[in-house]
């Protein structure tokens, strides 16, 4: 678009995807299959680089976090992490099976913050 304003030609960009930001993290082939068959809905690669900045952001966190969480006892999890390494659309994000599997490891960190207590300090 256009704009002509006392002879200087103006160009008002549009964002368009080849303008867009690059992903706060790298996604793998498994990422993609996971959030292809996402238990909120099917996340396509077209929708995640339309997301806004805040939400490529919660998509890294939930994909870390189930890299991290997975297959962990919750409880040592929860002694190295805290409320700030639990995604708040997790559900978005993952799996049903992923999110089955993590789930406990997040409610083992966030039950402190949830119950009023100190979180745990994690363990450099």
């Not at 997790?90 to 099976?97: G, K, P, Q, S």
Request: aromatic share 6%; hydrophobic share 45%; net charge positive.
């Amino acid at each position: 678009m256009r704009l002509r304003l006392a002879g200087l030609a103006i160009v008002a960009f549009l964002p368009t995807a080849a303008w867009a930001q690059a992903m706060p993290c790298a996604l793998t082939d498994a990422d993609y299959q996971a959030l292809a068959n996402a238990k909120a809905g099917r996340i396509e690669p077209a929708a995640i680089e339309a997301m806004s900045p805040a939400d490529q952001r919660d998509l890294c966190r939930a994909r870390r976090f189930v890299k991290e969480a997975r297959g962990k006892d919750p409880q040592t999890y929860a002694k190295s992490h805290t409320a700030d390494d639990v995604p708040i659309h997790l559900a978005r994000f993952t799996t049903a099976e992923e999110y089955k599997d993590v789930y406990p490891a997040g409610m083992a960190v966030m039950l402190p913050v949830i119950e009023g207590g100190s979180p745990p300090k994690p363990k450099k």
